[in-house]
């Protein structure tokens, strides 16, 4: 197996200012497999739903290459809930409703086939199941990513940084960063975020672009300009997942070519924000990311 | 004449969460020509300021070039003095005093040898003021630029929008071209603020870089990721200050110089930042800027 990830498959409601989703397909590794996709067809998720969960979007799941083999479905249970509404500007939310449902005792399970990927994407859950699906794995991965939010800070940064210890990249975003690291600087904030284990930070801000920290490297994408931005929920895992998937794909950890990851990783948040749910994920084009992908060549490009 | 700017010589007292600096040199016109001064010796400045403002700090501004028959001196009264702290973040600011003084009734007189500047920026000023500059000139400039800010879309909206239909080029921030144009989307409002008058729309995010839109073009420009960041007050200024002082040097307007220019402003506004006041604008070398603008070059660079 290339590529394995660990997140939430969940139910969402989400308003933006620009319409309402009720109870809509979302979660982590929804986002991060369906993203991924479209670079690996050698990619397995690990995760739990209730048996509310449609049937039809997990074949659809399938459909797109990728193993459920690790995906628990609890009989008689539901699936996690999240309801969310974004304020005007859409860089901010309110959680209305968390319902943890199946994951209130949800026990990670790496099945035996998916043990020895390559590369592994732990998408935002406790530090401790992101702990011991990196101790499940049979070989230490080529690469393992890890996101997580401001809330495990508040309340687990011993068992966070336990685990952010294991990993090689972390994913958050600048707020985050600061939090973690007390630094308001974002390069004094990378520096320290290394020292905690991490050869590599991505800080991704939103509709401000993405960047790319290693040792004494630094790389910023920007963020398409876009003329629809309906939804931004899942836009960070759909990074997240284009980015490994792409690594996965080229099979290189150099910074070059995690430059070109951090690229398609916006290319395909760039898709997600423009439909609710993961309506703008389920039928792309490899046209349609090529495109997107030279738009973004274009958008940076200058000569001095 | 090659360029003029008219904007505020003033007072200023700063917090920041890495410290305080009371009654220092500030202003848009000090940022702007400051910053301009490095690419040409061929500009003005229209302003006014009392005579308790420090002679030695004129003569600064003279050495540098900067012509300044436009700037009044009124005697027995107070230069213009803002007062404000920075929160956390840096990305907001409370104003905590702002004193009128020599700017409450504010004539602007554009000096003989002045009035046919090809280059006019028109700092954050009334719209009502701006607009006088730009009568004033004998003959139409190549560019008018033009700052402002949501204080003048709350109070005087009407008078701005007559200001900005004779410009060529509107720099504000992202929530400023939300508030102008209504649209939450920056490529919606961009569209809407070509229609009020400007062929050119920048808008200045900060620690998060510059976009620049053209009618069907746009560029983003990043900021660079600073270890020290001291003091964000007068960076859009001195931004604006690069951006004009970079276009009197090449004398284009075409879309690619200007992606040049802003990456130029982009360069003295990461100086501005690292001291309080226009410390360090005082003395930069040829040499710092090139190597500075180098490092833009390399942090957006990728290869797909």
Not at 37 to 50: A, D, L, M, R
Request: hydrophobic share 40%; glycine share 8%.
């Amino acid at each position: 197996m290339s590529l394995v990830s660990v997140g939430t498959v969940a139910f969402d409601s989400i308003e933006t200012p620009f319409g309402k989703a009720d109870m809509v397909v979302g979660g982590a590794a929804t986002y991060i497999s369906l993203a991924a996709s479209y670079f690996t067809k050698e990619q397995g998720i690990v995760s739990v739903v209730g048996d509310d969960f449609p049937k039809e979007e997990l074949k659809h799941l399938q459909k797109r290459g990728i193993n459920l083999d690790g995906l628990e479905i609890k009989k008689g249970e539901k699936s996690f809930y999240w309801s969310g509404r974004y304020h005007d500007n859409m860089n901010q939310r309110d959680t209305l409703v968390t319902d943890l449902n199946v994951l209130a005792d949800f026990k990670p399970k790496v099945p035996t086939d998916l043990r020895d990927a390559k590369y592994l994407m732990l998408g935002n859950l406790t530090p401790e199941i992101q702990y011991k699906v990196i101790k499940q794995m049979t070989k230490r991965p080529k690469l393992i990513a890890m996101d997580t939010m401001n809330f495990w800070m508040d309340i687990a940064m011993k068992s966070l940084k336990k685990t952010i210890k294991q990993v090689d990249i972390l994913m958050i975003n600048d707020e985050e960063a600061r939090q973690l690291s007390g630094e308001y600087s974002l390069v004094k904030a990378a520096a320290k975020i290394h020292k905690m284990g991490p050869k590599f930070l991505i800080i991704k801000k939103g509709e401000h672009g993405a960047l790319l920290f290693a040792e004494n490297k630094v790389f910023f994408a920007p963020a398409l300009p876009l003329a629809e931005v309906f939804d931004p929920t899942g836009a960070g895992d759909t990074f997240a997942g284009g980015f490994m998937g792409y690594i996965a794909k080229t099979e290189s950890t150099s910074f070059e070519n995690m430059k070109r990851a951090v690229i398609y990783g916006s290319a395909m948040a760039s898709f997600c924000v423009e439909e609710f749910s993961i309506g703008r994920l389920k039928n792309l084009k490899a046209t349609d990311i090529k495109k997107r992908v030279k738009r973004f060549e274009k958008l940076g490009a200058f000569t001095l």
